[in-house]
């Protein structure tokens, strides 16, 4: 079973890289990407989750997370493909052979991709089942909705739409219209998204009552999923600088995903999301400083409307430099207070006992006082301190 997991897994990759390196390659030969957030997601993100799943597979074949990332990079690889050969530039439905199957591959291949990402995805992380077995109605009720939408699109009259070409689709049912237009369709997506709040609930509720290992695991996740915002900052950021911001969030949510379940420095996550917190604060509380400065000097010298000239700017500057260590000091003593008591108070009490220990010269004193400070830092069963006689 290990190694026929193995061996599908790296089959799925090679089956990932031979379809991007087509994609590449009829984007080239077209000359031009199509849509080029697209072809930056598929070559970034989606290797993310291929190669994140080949991993898991590899080492955790029972994991159900592995067979879910190893998917959705090969329906996302397979169907971006498609979409290239069918629709891409320098020619069009009728001239291709087999361009309307590919189109018809490309027209459902993005919905269950999608689904397995975020509802199957949170259902199922980090240990591949779900929480308890009352949930099972819930990921069933997801893989009916996820599947019929997938069949009403594979269905639909035509294929293609937008500003490109369309063809008839051979397996149209008449009756059937564009699932993303269409009532039952919508209705399908209306579920699909309460299904996907449900399985949100089910990890923050798998979070509230993990302990050790797990609760680092979904630490991992929960990190990456708090950069997932940053792509509305990525549709502000012009052309290939936001297509890679974007692309880069998505990866990180199976690399993350993948260091949880296999445990790569897993215990990393603290100390990650204290320097995330301590510069996230230090480089918005100097902005707002160099901001100011700059601000009140220009307007304060040259009235509303001037322009700063390059002595305020060099102020600013300097200013901002002078207050980096003292406030990132100042800040990372608030952020170990809030968020990581523990450390902070051995910190103190380590801190107090070097000044002790300058002077103090009981031999019975001290060692009382460091066997306290260990007890009270490091927390151990037991604590003994041996020490050797001289000579």
Known sequence: MHRRAAWLAWSVVATFLASTAGLVALSAASGTFREPINTVALLLAFSAFTAVGALILAHRPGNAIGWVFSAVGLLAATGGLAEEYAF?????????????????WASWTWYPALALATAFTLFLFPTGR????RWRPALWVTGVVTVTFTVLAAVQPTLGGGDGPTVPNPLAVGSLGNPEHSVIGLVLLDLLLVMGALALVSMVLRFQRSR????????????????????????????????LLFAT????LPVAAGIGILRHRLYDIDRLINRTLVYALLTALLAGVYAGLVLVLSQGV?????HA????????????????????????????RRFDRR??????????????????VDLGTLTAELLAVVDRTVQPTTASLWLRRPG
């Open 249 to 252: 969030v998505i990866a990180l």
């Open 343 to 360: 450390r902070y108070d051995a910190g103190r009490t380590i801190e107090a006992f070097s000044v002790r220990l300058r002077d103090q």
């Open 88 to 104: 891409g530039a320098g020619g069009g439905l009728p001239v291709r052979a087999g361009a309307v199957a590919a189109a018809w």
């Open 212 to 243: 050790g290992d797990e609760r680092q695991q979904l630490k991992w996740f929960t990190y990456a999923g708090a950069l997932v915002p940053l792509m509305v900052v990525a549709d502000l950021l012009p052309g290939l600088v936001g297509d």
């Open 130 to 133: 779900l929480l308890s077995p």
């Open 309 to 336: 000239p390059s002595w305020v700017v060099a102020g600013a500057t300097l200013a901002v430099a002078a207050l980096f260590q003292p406030a990132r000091r100042r800040i990372q003593g608030a952020v170990d």
């Open 302 to 306: 040259f009235g509303l409307g001037g």
